[in-house]
């Protein structure tokens, strides 16, 4: 990946062994959007990582278990991120979420079967971020 630095869209979902946190490392700084669907290496290490990418505006994180408020918190440091996906991110919760409210250019969050997200967690984004055109909460 480290040598396609024109590469603007990758998916490593479901690779459970091929993307890690040192993976996030070698993605192109012009990447603009990256899936990690079920990705199990991935921790808030390497969502931490992701916060170098200034062009990323498609992220999808959903299944990835390891995620926890800590990781979704570091986020709203990519200004430029507009699809949020953590569907079945079992570790986060109504604080990951209002962590989220600085990504005033948000338009889709997808939360749906985060166990711990609760209505008033979502209203809490809802009432911050104007952007927003889509919610999942199913």
């Given at each position: 990946?480290?040598?396609?630095?024109?590469?603007?869209?990758?998916?490593?979902?479901?690779?459970?062994?091929?993307?890690?946190?040192?993976?996030?490392?070698?993605?192109?700084?012009?990447?603009?959007?990256?899936?990690?669907?079920?990705?199990q290496g991935v921790t808030d290490v390497g969502v931490a990582v992701l916060t170098r990418l200034p062009a990323l505006t498609q992220l999808d994180l959903s299944r990835c278990s390891l995620v926890t408020n800590r990781g979704v918190l570091?986020?709203?440091?990519?200004?430029?991120?507009?699809?949020?996906?953590?569907?079945?991110?079992?570790?986060?919760?109504?604080?990951?979420?209002?962590?989220?409210?600085?990504?005033?250019?948000?338009?889709?969050?997808?939360?749906?079967?985060?166990?711990?997200?609760?209505?008033?967690?979502?209203?809490?984004?809802?009432?911050?971020?104007?952007?927003?055109?889509?919610?999942?909460?199913?």
């Open positions: 990946v480290a040598r396609l630095p024109d590469l603007r869209r990758v998916s490593f979902a479901w690779c459970r062994r091929a993307a890690t946190d040192r993976v996030m490392w070698e993605l192109p700084l012009g990447l603009e959007s990256l899936d990690l669907t079920g990705v570091v986020l709203r440091r990519l200004k430029t991120l507009r699809v949020l996906e953590l569907q079945g991110c079992t570790r986060i919760s109504d604080e990951g979420l209002r962590g989220l409210a600085a990504l005033s250019g948000l338009t889709s969050l997808n939360v749906a079967r985060c166990s711990f997200v609760t209505s008033q967690g979502a209203c809490s984004i809802l009432g911050r971020v104007s952007t927003l055109t889509r919610l999942n909460l199913s």
